[in-house]
């Protein structure tokens, strides 16, 4: 009989169990530590650049222009000039840290209450977050000095708010990671009533997560990640990671339950739910390459981390769990625990009962009988669903939406903006000439300077031909009036001032390198969608001959990507019951994440699509029609989908509750497509549409039959006629 490569690796496996495992356990190993022995490269301020802001940062590399990490302290009292003796005191122990350098007299507010200090971070700017710390401690010890006397004090700068992050981001994944993994192991105890069926799905994803890692630290050596990148690995690899394990070992507990021995069971389970894990995998890491096409180097990362994390748990899902399956034998019901172990005896499946029989036939009897009603009530449940998204607005979140408003970072950042506009976040205007001394490239300088108004600070690097302006926005430095301001500089005054010179002159700083970043992933979703859906629809026409199931299956996801726009919308744009997640209301979307959770979706969706339709398309193999197929297909699949969708919903939902808003929005957003793909898509939607379309779900036109038929010759059914001949036999464990 022939066999797919999934059962040829999984019978190898099972056959040859001590070189699967020490060869997994030695990768993973192996993996780990040269990974960890080279370390990680993140990517700069400079990499990260587009457009005109990143050309900006470009020059001022090259001309070995370090831009020092600034910092401000604003020093506040009751009256006019209370400030003077704590902001004297708090210069002096400044001073004192040694890692200060250029600081300034105290700046005045309008009103004489506030001063505001302003200084730098000795040594290259990508170090400075290593030599903040004596900085933070002197400005915390002056704010507890002051809080009896009526003084306030807060910080900002490049530094104090990258160590911030950086602190913030390590703490959020290690919650992560100690709240999601404990709770996936729960649902699989409850799911499997057994320990050691439990573990081995979070064993596996697990390693598999600690091997990407190791993979990733060598890969960040040619492409450079951002810090949130091995949170985003580790969100997809535990998902994906325990689904494919969930699925295979539901499989080959269903084939037992149905009266096979273990070796029979064991192929099956390798020649279905290992193809299917196969073909997802595959679609996933497609659709993840489909980043790379957005020209960001965020999106670089991240497609890099989910496709090593993909490929390697869907690595270990056909190869070392068979071998371990095969090995622990009925060991693997080892730990069972009271009440919660219902797996069926052997033999217990009669001909025509379904494994999921419970729930399922409930929901599908009228679904399969009245099914034009469901699928519009469905297709118009997600619509309305996704109607917010139609509003949807995305920007770059400032740091004060980013942690939150009672952030102390968020709340000194808009103090100082609020007494010294423009202060934390200025305008950059860089000017590179091959005289930059030249008399009329001096003057448009100047002149430049002065119409930039006051706070506008000129500096020339003659040696290296380069100038920069740095000119302070209205507003709060990112808010329509700051925004304003920065397009008339970019559109009108900059070149006005350089009008007939041979110059390059380009604006940067935070809120230009935020539209530029904005314009570029405007610029690069239309490729990126074009990318994943006709990749989506490759994979599953020639995984299905079929041009109807591939192009439902691009429908299908869209629906639920809409609905999950919709929600995350209504959630954190508009603060429809944010604060029941410990969120508040941020008026726009982080301008990543739309592209992101579309792929990501993409991806995601095939893991349940392909498994569902897969066990269809078998049951069609076998005779059966249209809708006794599905409802077949259906059933059978409908735990192992449940069981795989709460585990994802659970993983994504502890990210909803980290601290910052990119990722509570990721978890939210990717947390509900899940759950509606697995319960009104995969339940509703899906069954109603293919009991509409017929047998045309199946046909196969005749300018595609060239395409090789890809079926479960070599899986014995579930309840159906048994075969005792097999052309390799798999060691039972003893």
Known sequence: MRRNLAARLGVWSAHHRKAAVLGWLVFVV???????????????????????????????????????????????????????????????????????????????????????????????????????????????????????????????????????????????????????????????????????????????????????????????????????????????????????????????????AAGRDAETALRIAAATSGRAVLVSGLTVMVAMAGMFLSGLLLFKGFAVATILVVCVAMLGSVTVLPALLAGLGDRIDAGRIPFLNRRAKKGSYKKGAHASGGLAGKVLRPVLARPKFFAVGAAVLLLALAAPALGMKTEQLGLEK?????????????????????????????????????????????????????????????????????????????????????HELRDDTVPAAFDGLDVDAYVGGDLASSEDFGDQLGRGIVPVFAFITAVTFLLMLFSFRSVVIAVTSIALNLLSVGAAYGVMTAVFQYGWGAELIGSEKVGAIENWMPLFVLVVLFGLSMDYHVFVVSRIRESRDRGMDNRAAIREGIMRTAGAVTGAAVIMVAVFAVFGTLSMQDMQQMGVGLGVAVLLDATVVRMILLPSLMTLLGERNWHTPSYLRWLPKISHEDAEPTAGPRTHSHNTRIPSAR
Do not use: N
């Not at 031909?465 to 209205?474: D, F, K, N, S, W």
């Open 30 to 256: 192996l993996a780990t530590v040269i990974g960890g022995a080279t370390g990680t490269v993140t990517a700069s301020d400079e990499e990260m650049g587009v457009g005109d802001s990143g050309r900006a940062a470009e020059i001022l590399k090259d001309a070995g222009v370090d831009e020092p990490a600034g910092e401000l302290v604003m020093v506040g009292a009751h009256t006019a000039d209370g400030w003077r003796h704590a902001a004297a005191d708090l210069s002096k122990a400044l001073d004192a840290t040694g890692e200060v350098r250029g600081l300034k007299a105290p700046l005045p507010s309008e009103d004489g209450k506030e001063a505001l200090l302003r200084f730098e971070i000795k040594g290259a700017s990508d170090d400075a977050v290593d030599h903040v710390e004596p900085v933070l401690d002197a400005v915390a010890k002056a704010r507890d000095d002051g809080a009896g006397h009526g003084i306030s004090v807060h910080q900002f700068g490049d530094a104090s708010s990258e160590k911030e992050l950086s602190d913030l981001l390590a703490d959020d994944l290690k919650k992560a990671e100690f709240t999601a993994v404990p709770l996936a192991l729960g649902i699989l105890l409850i799911a499997f009533g057994a320990v050691v069926a439990a573990l081995l799905p979070v064993g596996l994803a697990l390693t598999a997560c600690v091997a990407a890692f190791g993979l990733l630290s060598l890969a960040s050596h040619q492409l450079h990640l951002f810090e949130t990148t091995y949170s985003v690995m580790f969100l997809m690899g535990l998902a994906v990671g325990v689904d494919y394990c969930l699925f295979y070992l539901r499989r080959e507990r269903d084939e037992r």
């Open 402 to 486: 980013q942690f939150g408003s009672d952030a102390p970072l968020s709340v000194a950042y808009q103090e100082i903006t609020d007494e010294f506009p423009g202060g934390p976040a200025p305008a950059r205007v860089v000017v590179k000439a091959d005289d930059i001394g030249a008399q009329p490239v001096r003057d448009a300088l100047d002149s430049l300077t002065r119409k930039a108004g006051d706070g506008a600070e000129l500096t020339v690097h003659k040696a290296a031909g380069v100038a920069e302006i740095t000119v302070p926005l209205p507003g709060d430095g990112t808010d329509a009036e700051a925004k304003k301001a920065l």
